[in-house]
């Protein structure tokens, strides 16, 4: 899909060229466009503007001009938005072979330029019949005009992997249920040796007493799953970094049923588990050198006779015992039992579950940035050190020890809802978390609000999964 060449000869369907008012002002521009640039220029029809896409022929070459605006006003987010358009714009549609040249060849400006391409262009397309298919970007090839080196393939590979998420949270719930997931993991991991698995199907899960995780998928026709991928990817240590992804396959909230206009999309409730498959990807795309346990919680909360009912009281795999508030808070649930489960039995130095948990993320931070709550000071600032790197946007919300009083239960020692009247929705999910990881440093993505565009775009990613927080992880495990 991506090439790197050596630089732009326009000899291809089409060449998009970024250009900043500085640069055009300059006339610093490729030779073969500069007589065009300055008719354009002349004629004040093309001034580089942010936005601005201008479109010109040149033999059989149709170039995109693009203006980027003010080189000292221009940041990576909108290098990223303004490409994506340009590729995206009814100019290119139909045609496959595309040169891009960045307004400057800098690690971060190429780096944008790919995940523009790569993520910018994802479109979820395997339900369109042919003859719209063949219209949509997939297939295209991007010619960059950059030297190629590890870190641009790198970048590649990350992107790729957050688009492996993508395709798992798009596709329809009865087809990416537990079963398939369990697949999708043993074929990224193969015969890899780093690797080794553990699988607790219902059998092992009665055995051990994940009753939580149970109880979500008890209204199911599907098994429920904890699956459990230990990667050794530094022999020299003894020390694990726990990733859980909340993987629920379909969400109708089970007997607190979601009401129309809320349950469309819960297909994407699993948008932790598949970020977890991504993160797999690319620890051994990238080969990176951390020690890994990687957990998948996958459970369908479904309806039906013997669907787990508000009021029931539940013991945990920690031997705390659960009231059930609300069925619709079953993330939190499934969650608990393989934290604790992972922090008992492998002993991480650190666990950090992602979760489509709270609706009231997109309360307090928006659509744009996803929550982030930790029990640990220093975990949490090198995870906003690599949400500031890879612009996968994380906001850091309070954790602190009075907030065990709004999860009180009076019949149980703990409630899946809080006492707040919906006030502060994330904190209070994230301290019912927060209570099974028995004091091991912790952190707690909620990307409820960041997961899923609902329709057109946001920032550089089109409608359907967006794979937040997948670039913020690998970075971190990356950068550990
Ligand atoms: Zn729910």
Not at 33 to 54: D, R
Not at 109 to 115: C, K, L, T, Y
Not at 207 to 233: E, F, P, T
Request: include cysteine.
């Amino acid at each position: 899909m991506i090439n790197f060449i050596k630089q732009i000869n326009f000899n291809k369907d089409a060449a998009v060229i970024l250009l900043t008012e500085e640069l055009l002002k300059q006339g610093c521009v490729p030779k073969g466009i500069k007589t065009q640039l300055s008719i354009l220029g002349k004629s004040q029809q093309f001034s580089a503007e942010l936005g601005q896409i201008f479109p010109v022929v040149i033999d059989k070459t149709l170039l995109l001009i693009v203006g980027l605006g003010k080189e000292k006003d221009l940041t990576l987010t909108q290098l990223r938005i303004t490409l994506r358009n340009a590729l995206l714009s009814s100019y290119l549609k139909k045609l496959q072979n595309i040169e891009i040249l960045s307004h400057d060849n800098s690690k971060e400006n190429i780096s944008s330029v790919i995940e523009a391409v790569i993520l910018g262009t994802y479109e979820w397309t395997k339900y369109l019949t042919k003859d719209k298919k063949e219209a949509k970007s997939s297939g295209k090839k991007y010619f960059i005009a950059a030297d190629k080196n590890k870190h641009f393939d790198d970048i590649i590979n990350i992107c790729e992997g957050v688009n492996i998420a993508r395709d798992l949270i798009n596709d329809n719930a009865d087809t990416i249920n537990s079963q398939y997931l369990e697949k999708s993991i043993r074929s990224i991991i193969k015969n890899n040796k780093k690797f080794s698995l553990e699988v607790l199907n219902e059998k092992e899960l009665k055995k051990k007493g994940l009753n939580l995780l149970l109880a979500v998928n008890q209204g199911s026709n599907k098994d429920a799953k904890l699956i459990i991928a230990k990667y050794k990817g530094n022999p020299k240590s003894k020390d694990y970094t726990a990733i859980i992804g909340k993987g629920i396959t379909f969400d109708t909230g089970g007997l607190n049923l979601k009401p129309t206009g809320r349950m469309e999309t819960m297909r994407q409730d699993m948008s932790g588990a598949a970020s977890v498959i991504a993160l797999i990807n690319n620890a051994i795309k990238l080969d990176i050198k951390q020690n890994i346990i990687f957990a998948c919680a996958i459970a369908e909360n479904a309806i039906g006779p013997s669907a787990y009912k508000p009021g029931d009281i539940i013991k945990s795999y920690s031997g705390k015992t659960v009231e059930i508030g609300n069925t619709d808070a079953e993330g939190r649930l499934v969650l608990a039992d393989a934290i604790s489960y992972i922090v008992k039995n492998y002993k991480p130095q650190e666990v950090i579950d992602i979760a489509t948990l709270t609706g009231a993320c997109a309360v307090a931070l928006g659509l744009d940035y996803s929550a982030l709550v930790s029990n640990n000071d220093a975990l949490a600032k090198r995870l906003i050190t690599a949400s500031k790197e890879t612009d996968d946007r994380a906001w850091r919300l309070p954790s602190y020890p009075e907030l065990k009083d709004s999860i009180k239960s009076k019949i149980a020692d703990i409630k899946n809802t809080s006492n707040l009247k919906g006030a502060g929705g994330t904190i209070t999910g994230a301290e019912f978390l927060r209570q099974f990881t028995d004091n091991t440093p912790w952190a707690h993505l909620d990307i409820a609000n960041t997961a899923w565009v609902d329709n057109g775009s946001r920032m550089y990613f089109g409608a359907g999964a967006t794979g937040s927080c997948i670039r913020l992880l690998t970075y971190y495990l990356k950068h550990k």
